[in-house]
């Protein structure tokens, strides 16, 4: 079977394929374009490269957030429209199960965590590939309160980490620990071989119709309207 992911819900975006459990081919792109410029240039360029056609990708996957609402919307957008010309079926990845399985070795919990702004994180705890809790948006303090509670050694990485890590080291100590640069970006590999596993352990696919991207808040402009409108009737 030939999986190909997508990753849009960070910063870069990414393609991956994957035959049968090996990795063929990553392309990712961080250019400051938006995805929708790049998703299916990325697609087409790793079909090129492996002598693929379209018709021969089995299952189609996305990491369908939760993240950044429009690179969501255009991941999922993108994948469900391959998968409905293809006629193939989807697998849904957390962004942030994704995001934890850039690391495979650490003594402690992994937390993976995206800037959700206003001091919040989008954040998951998770133990040897096993998750904890479930994806939350928070501000950090909260969810350092989760991650101290386990009373562990924490790793974290993520678009979050860098800019939180001083208020992180603060906080937890020398129990607070950050992944090197290059893991901190959701990755359409990880994408690509978690669904993969998944679905050798008996998971059904979805169809096209049924994926649907994971949003923990409604997007700014509907909670500005909510709040114009609640001051209204005030």
């Known amino acids: 079977m030939i999986l190909?992911?997508?990753?849009?819900?960070?910063?870069?975006a990414s393609a991956a394929l994957l035959k049968d459990g090996v990795p063929l081919a990553e392309a990712t792109r961080d250019e400051g374009l938006t995805h929708s410029e790049t998703i299916l240039l990325l697609a087409a360029e790793l079909l090129d490269q492996t002598g693929l056609a379209p018709r021969d990708i089995g299952v189609f996957a996305a990491d369908v957030g939760p993240g950044s609402f429009t690179g969501v919307r255009i991941g999922v957008s993108t994948v469900k429209a391959l998968a409905h010309a293809a006629g193939k079926p989807c697998v849904a990845v957390d962004a942030l199960e994704a995001l934890a399985a850039n690391?495979?070795?650490?003594d402690g919990v992994v937390c993976p965590i995206l800037d959700?702004?206003?001091?919040?994180?989008?954040?998951?705890i998770f133990r040897r590939g096993e998750r904890l809790t479930e994806d939350t948006v928070e501000k950090l303090t909260l969810f350092l309160d989760r991650v101290e509670a386990t009373g562990e050694n924490a790793l974290f990485l993520g678009d979050g980490a860098p800019g939180f890590e001083a208020a992180i080291r603060e906080r937890l100590g020398d129990?607070?620990?950050f992944a090197q640069p290059q893991h901190n970006g959701l990755r359409a590999?990880?994408?690509?071989?978690?669904?993969?596993?998944?679905?050798?352990?008996g998971e059904t696919p979805l169809d096209y119709?049924?994926?649907?991207?994971?949003?923990?808040?409604?997007?700014?402009?509907?909670r500005e309207r909510a709040a114009r409108e609640g001051a209204k009737h005030g």
């Open 189 to 201: 590999g990880s994408a690509c071989a978690l669904a993969a596993r998944r679905l050798e352990a």
């Open 4 to 12: 190909l992911a997508l990753s849009t819900s960070g910063r870069a």
């Open 175 to 177: 129990k607070a620990h």
């Open 103 to 106: 690391v495979t070795a650490f």
């Open 116 to 124: 959700a702004r206003a001091q919040q994180v989008y954040g998951a």
């Open 209 to 222: 119709i049924t994926l649907l991207p994971l949003y923990l808040r409604a997007p700014q402009a509907e």
